[in-house]
């Protein structure tokens, strides 16, 4: 699970983040967090961050997306994580889009909180913060049992420098002029939620949480229709690739010439090859000739005439991905290998009219072995494509 917290200072992503965080065990990168720390450790970035923060303005876009870009090459982030405090300028967003495109990965949704102005200003001139364990509270909202103690541990509580009055409203301003642009930037992604972050701490996390997948029930979250069409884009984007590919595919050509087409095609259309980089793998398209099932990597092979080559390949737009393979024939085929092709198409067909509200996915299945099982090679055999005459669905 990939997150962003987006929200004006003090709308309470850092108390909403390690909400989900505990809840979902994934990692929270903090830049507010990381700047401080450098800037208590003297460090050479802490040295330059200082007098920005103090100020209440923002620390140069190239330092924080350095931070940043290093953090999520971290492999304890592999496996999700929330971006509290990032990005925070539109450059700083087109970075992050950039490093997750390198990984083959998206944002799942960035969260923007709401609180009105009058509510902020509350917030942080009355937030308090123990220096030693991190934990946070507020004189009025949560205060410390221990009055200006930690009761956690027994320090003593301190206010950050930046939640002074003048900060504050530089602060706010900042937002204005470089953070909000970024509600338009990700609502044209459709990643974007908004949630109202004026109610108290726990009915915010609970509906941080089911905003970001995880309902009472368990139920899927259904994509909104403006989802659906970019959905539908990435997918007309892979169908007018693969149908070039489909096309140039001759006796001669290599797969690896097959992939620069797909590549090219793709990147034309002005979306991301989509398993390019994914999990390391190296190419844009998989091409798996005769008796490879899925997955073979395009290579210096050339096709022979008689071959059946698999093509499959997957796009990404506005951060959704477009899916599709078609088996073509290489010249002219046996008459076998002809039929194996035609049998598997129909049968794609029937599974497909299954796909419908109120089916199970076992009706789609059902429906392809049955029309496959009709036919006495059967479905779980594999084609050999030498000979042997078997089918694969
Ligand atoms: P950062 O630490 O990120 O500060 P911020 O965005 O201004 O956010 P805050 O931490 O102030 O607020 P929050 O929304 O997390 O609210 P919280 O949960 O603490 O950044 C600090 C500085 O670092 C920046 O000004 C900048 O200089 C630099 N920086 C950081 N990232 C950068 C970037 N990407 N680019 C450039 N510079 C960057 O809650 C606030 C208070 O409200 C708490 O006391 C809490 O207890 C209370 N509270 C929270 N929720 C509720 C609730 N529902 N009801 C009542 N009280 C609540």
Redesign the pocket.
Known sequence: MRLVFL???????????DKVVAHYCICKI????L??EAVRNQTPLGLE?KG??DR??????SV?IGL?REKLADSSNASGFIL??????VP?AEALTKVLNERGVRLDRVIN?EVSREEIVR??S???GCPNCKA???VD??PSKMGSACERCGEALTQ?S??QPEAIEM?LR?YEEQTAPLISFYEKQHVLSHLN?????DT?SQKSLTDVGDTPDGMIILKTPAEIEVMAQASRVVAEALDIVRKAVQPGITTEELDSIAEQEIRLRGALPAFKGYRNYPRTLCASVNDQVVHGIPSKRKLKEGDIIGLDLGAIVGGFYGDSAVTVAVGSVSDATEKLVQVTKEALHLGITQARVGNRLADISHAVQQHVAWYPTGVDAHHEGDGTDEFCV
């Open positions: 929200g004006a200072p003090g709308v309470g992503k850092g108390t909403q983040a903090s830049t507010g967090d700047l401080r961050a920005y923060m209440g303005g923002l620390v140069p876009d924080v940043v509290d405090g990032f990005p925070r300028t700083q909180f917030r942080l009355g937030r308090r946070t509270y507020h909202f949560a950050r930046d939640d602060r900042v972050g004026a109610e108290t701490v915010v």
